[in-house]
């Protein structure tokens, strides 16, 4: 049967979706903004001559248990272009939630009192005491005139974040002269992020950049505790940017910011025999090398782990590798990922669609293994692409031949690796030469309702926000015959890896995963991708999309349309026989309750519980004027925190095998975020039998100082 070329129409479509694509990615400078930063470092035990004067106590790291780090965000009004009131308030609303979500990944030993910056005495001194014998040796002997301000990031940083400084004699306890009294410091802060909107020099020379950051000073340890992020005024002011969009390249930039830069490499630590993270730990040797492909690796016990996890070759001890396109020079580290190895990481050198991208867990063990963060390894997603490939995938070698489905030769339609986008096989600037199937931008997107109107008539698509990208080769009988191409249908998935397909006028088929199918009033072929979808429904316990929730969902465990912002969902998984469907609403609602009473949040946190059939149970978090706690970070600390026991329903029991944190699977839902996450580790958390138990009792029987903890069983 022989085979048509594609329309001219459908070919100019392809390449102007190809091209906005390329044009809306943002490109990362890190690297060369931060290499024109003169970063400065606070002074831990040895206090500032100005300091020991006025008594201040040294500065020192706590020793206390890790917390959620707290983030402060600083925009200085006189700097910043103006921006009408939406602009500005979707550039706040969009750094908060980065801080966020932030605070529930890592954690820090809190800074004790206030954070205050110090001042770089090569600027506001023009001449040192540099005679070693001298009881002032390295202090300020005479002040610079022209000495203003301190600057990170050409943002200037006020004086009440600065500590202050003196002019001394050569000897002598007491200073000639206090130029500048300390600042008053910033209390409750672990990071200091200037937030500026600017037309600068950079902005201009890469039209492609949205924002960039950098570090500007570290505490003893090597902790970045101040650094900077500069927008693009005219990416913010062309209104083409939405929330997602804003958050997702201030995630990956504030992330260079607190330590994933090759400028701090050197300064990350062992902390594997310390008393606590970023306690008395040890520096580490080069953590950066060279293999015999000339790719630069990071070589760190987490990342070896997890990347020999990820692409099926722990024997290997292979490390993550760093893009080879971006560094400075040849042989010299970057600040990113490999695009060729680990696509669909938030740490790439140019961002992609928000919803092809991820925080994964190969950037979540970098930060676990710089030795300054705890960090919540729940909150991290395992890359799809390249998944049990073995150690060779990815290489320029392989790419070029590859069966995994993940490369392409040509310059042909398809999907996208993640089947959510139509693709066209192309390459770029990271890729080295491979190929793969970019996303279209332009209607291309099978999981968005209103591109149907971009459908061709007879290759039975539908657009649905349950549909996902096949190829195919489907027509409606007795018309010509057609080449392979990417084709939108619907799917729902019935186990790992097991699902079925719907076409437009069909009913729902089994799609056995590497095979292929032939539809009833069509003729062609539709291919089953392996692996490629269902990979994650044990850890969902649906498929993501709404399929397998009971119809009776109770709604929210509160009062329904809550003011306020959802900040992200909790779930808890059950292994155990099948409940009794008549008490669904109980269930739910009592499980709500136990989580509420054993974690110590406020019940007016929880909103929307469900519980699917394989014992999935879901709830989402929200924060608003009327709750008590306004950090999302501290309610995701306090849900880690709670310790979970089994527990017996109708002398059934039921084990909880797992907790995440994930945001809205959906990624048509207006309030998708960048981070899902995770199932935790098993042995960590439990669910508190007696917790859901006592609610009820309570509930039913009012009794007086009965403890939630002591109860057993749930009362019908």
Same mark, same amino acid.
């Given at each position: &049967?022989?085979?048509?070329?594609?329309?001219?129409?459908?070919?100019?479509?392809?390449?102007?979706?190809?091209?906005?694509?390329?044009?809306?990615?943002?490109?990362?400078?890190?690297?060369?903004?931060?290499?024109?930063?003169? @970063?400065?470092?606070?002074?831990?035990?040895?206090?500032?001559?100005?300091?020991?004067?006025? /008594?201040?106590?040294?500065?020192?790291?706590?020793?206390?248990?890790?917390?959620?780090? %707290?983030?402060?965000?600083?925009?200085?009004?006189?700097?910043?272009?103006?921006?009408?009131?939406?602009?500005?308030?979707?550039?706040?609303?969009?750094?908060?939630?980065?801080?966020?979500?932030?605070?529930?990944?890592?954690?820090?030993? /809190?800074?004790?009192?206030?954070?205050?910056?110090?001042?770089?005495?090569?600027?506001?001194?023009?001449?040192?005491?540099?005679?070693?014998?001298?009881?002032?040796?390295?202090?300020?002997?005479?002040?610079?005139?022209?000495?203003?301000?301190?600057?990170?990031?050409?943002?200037? *940083?006020?004086?009440?974040?600065?500590?202050?400084?003196?002019?001394?004699?050569?000897?002598?306890?007491?200073?000639?002269?206090?130029?500048?009294?300390?600042?008053? =410091?910033?209390?409750?802060?672990?990071?200091?992020?200037? !937030?500026?909107?600017?037309?600068?020099?950079?902005?201009?020379?890469?039209?492609?950049?949205?924002?960039?950051?950098?570090?500007?000073?570290?505490?003893?340890?090597?902790?970045?505790?101040?650094?900077?992020?500069?927008?693009?005024?005219?990416?913010?002011?062309?209104?083409?940017?939405?929330?997602?969009?804003?958050?997702?390249?201030?995630?990956?930039?504030?992330?260079?910011?607190?330590?994933?830069?090759?400028?701090?490499?050197?300064?990350?630590?062992? +902390?594997?025999?310390?008393?606590?993270?970023?306690?008395?730990?040890?520096?580490? !040797?080069?953590?950066?090398?060279?293999?015999?492909?000339?790719?630069?690796?990071?070589?760190?016990?987490?990342?070896?782990?997890?990347?020999?996890?990820?692409?099926?070759?722990?024997?290997?001890?292979?490390?993550?590798?760093?893009?080879?396109?971006?560094?400075?020079?040849?042989?010299?580290?970057?600040?990113?990922?490999?695009? %060729?190895?680990?696509?669909?990481?938030?740490?790439?050198?140019?961002?992609?669609? @928000?919803?092809?991208?991820?925080?994964?867990?190969?950037?979540?063990?970098?930060?676990?293994? &710089? =030795?300054?963060?705890?960090?919540?390894?729940?909150? =991290?997603?395992?890359?799809?692409?390249?998944?049990?490939?073995?150690?060779?995938?990815?290489?320029?070698?392989?790419?070029?031949?590859?069966?995994?489905?993940?490369?392409?030769?040509?310059?042909?339609?398809?999907?996208?690796?993640? /089947?959510?986008?139509?693709? &066209? +096989?192309?390459?770029?600037?990271?890729?080295?030469?491979?190929?793969?199937?970019?996303?279209?931008? @332009?209607?291309?997107?099978?999981?968005?309702?209103?591109?149907?109107?971009?459908?061709?008539?007879?290759?039975?698509?539908?657009?649905?926000?349950?549909?996902?990208?096949?190829?195919?080769?489907? *027509?409606?009988?007795?018309?010509?015959?057609?080449?392979?191409?990417?084709?939108?249908?619907?799917?729902? +998935?019935?186990?790992?890896?097991?699902?079925?397909?719907?076409?437009?006028?069909?009913?729902?088929?089994?799609?056995?995963?590497?095979?292929?199918?032939?539809?009833?009033?069509?003729?062609?072929?539709?291919?089953?991708?392996?692996?490629?979808?269902?990979?994650?429904?044990?850890?969902?316990?649906?498929?993501?999309?709404?399929?397998?929730?009971?119809?009776?969902?109770?709604?929210?465990?509160?009062?329904?349309?809550?003011?306020?912002?959802?900040?992200?969902?909790?779930?808890?998984?059950?292994?155990?026989?099948?409940?009794?469907?008549?008490?669904?609403?109980?269930?739910?609602?009592?499980?709500?309750?136990?989580?509420?009473?054993?974690?110590?949040?406020?019940? +007016? /946190?929880?909103?929307?519980?469900?519980?699917?059939?394989?014992?999935?149970?879901?709830?989402?978090?929200?924060?608003?004027?009327?709750?008590?706690?306004?950090?999302?970070? &501290?309610?995701?600390?306090?849900?880690?925190?709670?310790?979970?026991?089994?527990?017996?329903?109708?002398?059934?029991?039921?084990?909880?095998? =797992?907790?995440?944190?994930?945001?809205?699977?959906?990624?048509?839902?207006?309030?998708?975020?960048?981070?899902?996450?995770?199932?935790?580790?098993?042995?960590? *958390?439990?669910?508190?039998?007696?917790?859901? @138990?006592?609610?009820?009792?309570?509930?039913?029987?009012?009794?007086?100082?009965?403890?939630?903890?002591?109860?057993?069983?749930?009362?019908?």
């Amino acid at each position: &049967m022989q085979s048509v070329r594609p329309r001219a129409k459908h070919a100019c479509h392809s390449f102007l979706s190809l091209l906005t694509f390329s044009l809306a990615a943002s490109r990362c400078i890190h690297d060369a903004v931060q290499r024109e930063i003169n @970063v400065l470092h606070l002074h831990p035990f040895s206090p500032p001559a100005e300091q020991r004067f006025t /008594h201040r106590a040294p500065r020192a790291l706590s020793e206390s248990q890790t917390l959620p780090i %707290r983030i402060r965000t600083w925009y200085p009004p006189a700097e910043t272009v103006q921006l009408n009131p939406q602009q500005k308030g979707s550039l706040e609303a969009a750094l908060r939630e980065v801080t966020q979500t932030i605070a529930g990944v890592l954690a820090v030993n /809190h800074v004790p009192g206030r954070l205050l910056l110090t001042r770089d005495i090569n600027k506001y001194c023009r001449s040192v005491w540099r005679n070693p014998i001298a009881e002032n040796y390295n202090r300020c002997g005479y002040l610079n005139p022209n000495y203003h301000s301190e600057t990170c990031l050409e943002v200037t *940083i006020p004086d009440d974040h600065l500590a202050g400084f003196s002019i001394w004699l050569e000897s002598g306890s007491v200073p000639r002269e206090v130029v500048k009294h300390d600042g008053a =410091g910033v209390p409750d802060a672990d990071f200091l992020l200037y !937030a500026k909107v600017a037309n600068t020099e950079k902005c201009n020379q890469e039209p492609s950049v949205i924002a960039y950051a950098s570090y500007c000073q570290l505490d003893p340890t090597g902790r970045p505790v101040a650094g900077a992020i500069m927008f693009c005024y005219a990416r913010l002011a062309s209104n083409t940017l939405d929330h997602q969009d804003l958050v997702q390249v201030s995630l990956h930039e504030v992330f260079h910011a607190l330590g994933f830069s090759r400028g701090l490499f050197n300064k990350w630590k062992d +902390c594997s025999h310390a008393p606590s993270v970023g306690v008395n730990c040890s520096s580490r !040797a080069r953590i950066t090398n060279t293999d015999e492909m000339g790719q630069v690796r990071i070589f760190t016990s987490t990342i070896i782990q997890k990347m020999g996890e990820h692409l099926g070759a722990q024997e290997r001890g292979l490390g993550a590798p760093l893009e080879n396109k971006d560094a400075v020079a040849p042989g010299l580290p970057s600040s990113h990922w490999e695009a %060729r190895v680990l696509q669909g990481s938030l740490m790439l050198a140019t961002l992609g669609p @928000v919803h092809l991208t991820q925080l994964d867990d190969i950037t979540l063990a970098a930060f676990a293994d &710089m =030795g300054w963060y705890q960090v919540n390894t729940s909150t =991290g997603k395992r890359l799809v692409w390249g998944q049990g490939e073995g150690h060779t995938f990815g290489l320029t070698t392989t790419c070029k031949n590859s069966t995994s489905g993940f490369f392409c030769t040509g310059n042909g339609s398809g999907c996208h690796y993640l /089947h959510l986008d139509k693709g &066209m +096989c192309s390459s770029d600037d990271f890729l080295d030469g491979c190929r793969m199937y970019k996303p279209l931008t @332009v209607g291309s997107e099978c999981w968005k309702a209103e591109n149907a109107v971009n459908a061709e008539h007879g290759y039975g698509e539908i657009y649905h926000k349950s549909s996902r990208c096949f190829f195919s080769t489907l *027509i409606q009988e007795n018309a010509s015959a057609v080449t392979v191409t990417g084709r939108c249908y619907r799917h729902r +998935c019935t186990a790992e890896n097991t699902y079925q397909v719907q076409v437009e006028g069909s009913a729902w088929l089994d799609c056995p995963a590497g095979g292929s199918i032939q539809v009833p009033g069509y003729q062609g072929l539709l291919s089953c991708p392996n692996r490629g979808l269902c990979h994650d429904f044990q850890d969902r316990g649906t498929s993501g999309l709404g399929e397998s929730v009971l119809e009776d969902n109770p709604g929210s465990a509160i009062k329904d349309g809550m003011s306020g912002q959802k900040v992200f969902i909790f779930q808890i998984h059950f292994q155990g026989p099948p409940f009794d469907r008549t008490h669904w609403l109980q269930i739910t609602t009592g499980l709500t309750e136990a989580l509420a009473n054993s974690s110590a949040i406020p019940r +007016c /946190h929880f909103q929307q519980p469900t519980l699917t059939p394989s014992l999935l149970f879901t709830v989402e978090l929200w924060v608003s004027e009327e709750c008590p706690e306004r950090q999302a970070g &501290m309610l995701r600390h306090k849900l880690d925190q709670t310790f979970h026991k089994p527990w017996v329903y109708r002398d059934k029991s039921y084990t909880p095998v =797992g907790t995440r944190f994930v945001e809205d699977p959906d990624p048509t839902s207006p309030e998708r975020h960048l981070v899902t996450v995770l199932l935790c580790a098993v042995t960590s *958390i439990l669910l508190l039998v007696s917790t859901a @138990v006592g609610a009820f009792v309570y509930h039913h029987h009012k009794a007086a100082g009965q403890r939630v903890g002591d109860a057993s069983r749930i009362p019908l």
